[in-house]
Nanobody, 125 residues
Framework: QVQLVESGGGLVQAGDSLRLSCAAS????????LGWLRQAPGKEREFVIA????????NYADSVKGRFTISRDNAKNTVYLQMNSLKPEDTAVYYC??????????????????WGQGTQVTVSS
């Protein structure tokens, strides 16, 4: 079992930056891929970004390349999502997720076995 708790969401203006954190507990932190997915009102959940257990590989959705970065601190059992140059279309509930299958790093929205409760990010224009 893995427990994931997100923090850091909020209301910001377009162009601002925000950093989300996800603290994990349970199974060996370095053994699974961690990612962030988001869901805007009326839309399906979409893949945003992910990093493998070792941190050697990352993957980004085209919509966030150049603006969002992911990092993980295996000593602190925490993964971070740094979001820069935020746009109103980034408004969504952001979920932290963990994957043991190896498919999550490819951008799947269904490969994730464990999920956090989500944190709201709202970007005003």
């Amino acid at each position: 079992q893995v427990q994931l708790v997100e923090s850091g969401g909020g209301l910001v203006q377009a162009g601002d930056s925000l950093r989300l954190s996800c603290a994990a507990s349970g199974r060996a932190f370095g053994s699974y891929t961690l990612g962030w997915l988001r869901q805007a009102p009326g839309k399906e959940r979409e893949f945003v970004i992910a990093v493998t257990g070792s941190g050697a590989r990352t993957n980004y959705a085209d919509s966030v390349k150049g603006r969002f970065t992911i990092s993980r601190d295996n000593a602190k059992n925490t993964v971070y999502l740094q979001m820069n140059s935020l746009k109103p279309e980034d408004t969504a509930v952001y979920y932290c997720a963990a994957d043991y299958s190896g498919r999550g790093i490819g951008g799947s929205t269904t490969a994730w076995q464990y999920w956090g409760q989500g944190t709201q990010v709202t970007v005003s224009s």
